[in-house]
């Protein structure tokens, strides 16, 4: 059972620099999320999508950008990195609208940082 | 919009020593309700929900919750913790009905100990 799928899992980068985390779900969810997570304010989400070929800004959006596709896949794009960026990003699936409790699949992470 | 409050930062205890992770939420409306585990290096998953029903909740590993209404709280609890349940554990809350953005705590980092 493969369910949430990030790739890299490590990326090291230099300020300026461009990136693309990779997302895929196998579970044909509706809905997937990009968070961030740094120590001491939990997870904030970047941008999320309800469907195929649409995306939405979250909380903290400035910086990255985002493309879904295909169902299954949903990117997260660095265009100019900067130190701030220095994370770890999780992608998370979940059921669609008239399915959907507020669960979330997560994959288990990737570490990016920024020099 | 609604908040999560986890006043804990970090919770150390004995293994088989019982644990309570605290949480407290603000919203104006009916709100679903979810507690996460995040074991070392790995990504969060599901330990218990509260969607309606019972107030008392009951999740994996021996882990319950109980949502209290009116003093806007949802905290984790578990009789005798073990070495395992060494994690950090988050809150999370949203809006029932249709798509709504689940809202996280800050975590709380349970530290068991022999």
């Known amino acids: 059972n493969a369910g949430v799928t990030q790739t890299p899992k490590f990326r090291v980068l230099k300020t300026g620099q461009s990136m693309t985390l990779l997302c895929a779900q196998d579970m044909n969810h509706e809905y997937m999320y990009w968070y961030r997570q740094d120590p001491g304010m939990g997870l904030r989400l970047i941008h999320y999508?309800?469907?195929?070929?649409?995306?939405a800004k979250g909380e903290v959006p400035d910086g990255y950008n985002v493309s879904r596709l295909k169902k299954q896949n949903f990117l997260l794009g660095l265009e100019s990195a900067a130190p701030s960026q220095t994370s770890v990003y999780f992608c998370?699936?979940?059921?669609?609208?008239?399915?959907?409790?507020?669960?979330?699949?997560f994959g288990e992470g990737s570490r990016l940082t920024v020099l | 919009a609604q908040s999560v409050t986890q006043l804990d930062s970090q919770v150390p205890v004995f293994e088989e020593a019982p644990v309570e992770l605290r949480c407290n939420y603000s919203?104006?409306?009916?709100?679903?309700l979810f507690w996460y585990v995040q074991y070392p290096n790995q990504g969060l998953q599901l330990l218990l929900k509260?969607?309606?029903?019972?107030?008392l909740v009951k999740g994996i590993n021996g882990f319950e919750a109980e949502f209290n209404k009116s003093q806007t709280s949802f905290h984790l609890r578990k009789p005798s913790v073990h070495i395992s349940d060494t994690a950090e554990y988050f809150c999370?809350?949203?809006?029932?009905?249709?798509?709504?953005?689940?809202?996280f705590g800050t975590g709380t980092r349970l530290l068991v100990s022999p």
């Open positions: 998370a699936s979940s059921y669609g609208r008239y399915a959907n409790t507020g669960e979330l699949f």
């Open positions: 919203s104006s409306v009916s709100v679903y």
């Open positions: 999370a809350v949203t809006r029932g009905g249709g798509f709504q953005k689940l809202v």
């Open positions: 999508s309800v469907g195929e070929g649409t995306t």
């Open positions: 509260y969607l309606s029903g019972s107030t």
